[in-house]
């Protein structure tokens, strides 16, 4: 079945420095969503991403989904310590699938 | 502001009990989704529902049942619930994939104990 990998699994950081987070599918999705949980919290939506080589901004968070629309990554500019948390990517496989397959979630840890 | 409210937050069951987890979303979704979140392992869905009175299984549907009846509840029932069972129990709900708002919504969670 579909499987999405996403690494690293773990990423520790000093307060400034920037973060990415990489997501790759072993087949062709049809979007991408991202999610961020925060220590004892729940997953929260943060974007959505549907066209080959689309690039999304959220004030210091980049999203891009790859041109063969099988992988994307998450780049974060200088991270603050509100950063902290899990990043999980999940993509839709089969053309109508109304589930999203979850990558396993890298987690951010940062240095104040 | 739109909400999936699970039951419990906490939740300390017996081995063999039978155990209902309840979800309920208010924001008139046709999809509801039942995962757990292990350590290590991600989110790992257990079943879902993309309809009143319809069910799929997803990952890891063994031990488990659920029921919708109404549109806004999902439940979970562990049929007999064993220590395997201990975990992290998320409920999500989303507009149909592929629509421009079909981000899922989660609850708090239900963190469960199997003693």
């Known amino acids: 079945g579909q499987q999405v990998m996403q690494i690293p699994q773990y990423q520790h950081v000093q307060e400034g420095e920037d973060f990415t987070t990489y997501c790759n599918s072993s087949t062709t999705l049809s979007n991408i969503q991202w999610y961020k949980q925060r220590p004892g919290g729940h997953p929260v939506f943060l974007i959505q991403?549907?066209?080959?080589?689309e690039v999304k901004k959220q004030k210091r968070l980049t999203f891009q989904f790859g041109e063969a629309k099988k992988n994307s990554s998450l780049h974060i500019t200088a991270t603050q310590t509100t950063d902290v948390g899990t990043y999980f990517c999940a993509g839709r496989g089969v053309q109508g699938a109304q589930k999203l397959v979850f990558g396993q979630g890298t987690r951010l840890t940062i240095n104040p | 502001d739109v909400k999936v409210t699970q039951s419990s937050r906490y939740l300390v069951k017996r081995t063999g009990e039978k155990v209902f987890l309840e979800c309920v979303q208010d924001?008139?979704?046709?999809?509801m989704f039942w995962y757990r979140q292990d350590p290590g392992l991600g989110l790992r869905l257990i079943y879902f529902?993309?309809?009143?009175?319809?069910?799929e299984k997803g990952d890891i549907p063994e031990g488990y049942s659920v029921s919708r009846e109404k549109k806004e509840r999902f439940s979970l029932i562990l049929e007999s619930a064993s220590t395997n069972q201990t975990s992290m129990y998320l409920c999500?709900?989303?507009?149909?994939?592929?629509?421009?708002?079909?981000?899922?919504?989660f609850g708090s969670g239900t963190r469960l104990t199997v003693v």
């Open positions: 999500a709900s989303s507009f149909p994939i592929g629509t421009a708002l079909s981000g899922y919504t």
């Open positions: 529902s993309y309809d009143v009175k319809m069910k």
């Open positions: 924001m008139d979704h046709e999809n």
């Open positions: 991403l549907v066209k080959s080589g």
